[in-house]
């Protein structure tokens, strides 16, 4: 019998207020709230949203970098029964123009500026072709003509009294879409998964396996529009009395200047941040209270990042998700093996079941062997928003969910994420895992990061290029890394070719785009077809 009992988003601030009122719940810069004041703004805000024409299952894009104003709507726009929908803040004027309007956005709420990123420019470059956006409200001086600024919102909300919220409150379920979260914007045009209130449930139960409590404090610099940054620190500081220390870009030197400052006791992130971490800690230590982290692990690329993390930073679990299933329906945890939290994803939560199975013949896998990972969850998304062939492309009739993710299951029940399926190489007939070579490369003196994509070969079909980042003020000589490898790997896992770079291109989650990579080894490299 299932006793979970639905949580609604738009309550969560609230509840929170009742339970640790006058602890601090939020930090930005030299402002801070408690939860009382973190939730008496959140009913501001939606006060503002009602006042301002937003009805029950309207979509409210929110285009946005890490800002209070960010979290005030994540739990003022579900509470009067609309739907957020997050939008990239690496978009440029063409993926905004297409995922407004294909989301039906009715109010736009974004910062006119961020750095040198003109946001309120991109707007009134694509502005007439959103023949649904009804109302805009902007974050900073620079207005679009007819948008509303911040303070307008909330000076609107005064003639909306505390009954009405409750009214457009109460008509809410759990059941309700209340988020639309797009997929990472790798390609033209993403798609948007929806998700009801049940993701709840999932930061909670992980909030609890990691014994999260009201004296532990977040750092929350991962990108609020995606999943990782909206739940591991906005969700689960509201859920368990914590702080969270916002942060409106990463820089891991000013993150762990805050950490000491404020006793930040969890970081989050991917092996690129970790790395970051790592380097800056080497370069000026510090008085940190970091007691663990989550650090996705399972692709061997990551795990010599992983183990040194352990070593001089902090435990992490690792984790797997997607936006089509929520933030990490597979996680680890603090009492595993370092091998098993460094090498591997974890274990699948309560009310989650995986399988994995060849991707040609749909038969599951033995143990150890690699195939395309599949998920049936209460996690899994409604769909995608007004994509029925592509949902029913992702969804099969049974339920579960093809994630297009290479992994093994391992003897001892933990998952291994290896990879896009996408990414594994066919060279000659033999299966190679980029992830491998790229971990082997990542050991080495003076390397920061590694990718290693496909190249056509006429011969082969395909072979691996690799591209290295060096680390600071680092010399690498590709001929020399090669020749590291040659010894220790088939001759068919050899990069053809490596280039050292000055940087990668990245998505704002920090995964490396390597659809950008593949196209620049032609460009690199030559294209070996046209010859």
Known sequence: MNTYQPRLMGELPAEAARLWGSREALVFGDRRWTHTEFADEVNRVAKGLVAIGVEAGDKVG?????????LFLMYAIPAVGAITVPLNTRYRSEDVQYTVDQSDTSTLIFNDRSGPIDYSAMVREVRDNWPKVH???VVGPDRPDGALGWDDLLEAGASVDDEQIRTRSAAVSAEDPMIIIYTSGTTSLPKGAVHNHSVIRNVAERAQMHGVTITDVHAGYLPLFHA??????????????????LFETFDAEAILDAAEVEGITFLHGFDTHWGDFLRAA???????????????AGQESSTPIARRVQQELCPTVSGWGMSEVWTACVVGHVTNTIEQRTAASGYPMLGVELKVVDPESGEEQPVDIPGELLCRSYTTMLGYYEKPEATAETIDAEGWLHSGDLARMRADGH??????????LKVGGENVAPAEMEGRLRELPGVNDVAIVGYPDP??????????????????????????????????KMPRHMKVVDALPMTPTGKIRKVELRAQALVDFGDPTRS
């Open 135 to 137: 109302r805009m409200v």
């Open 459 to 492: 011969r082969l079909g395909e072979v691996p290029v690799a591209y290295v980042l060096p680390e600071a003020g680092a010399v690498l000589d590709p001929d020399q890394l090669l020749e590291h490898l040659r010894s220790k790997v088939a001759s068919f």
């Open 62 to 70: 929110i285009w946005m970098t890490n800002r209070p104003e960010w």
């Open 228 to 245: 990782f940054g909206y739940t591991e620190v906005a969700l689960f500081t509201v859920l368990t009395g914590g702080k969270a220390v």
């Open 415 to 424: 998952v291994v994420f290896m990879g896009r399926l996408k990414d594994m």
């Open 282 to 296: 080497k370069t000026r230590p510090r008085d940190l209270k970091v007691r663990m982290g989550t650090l996705a």
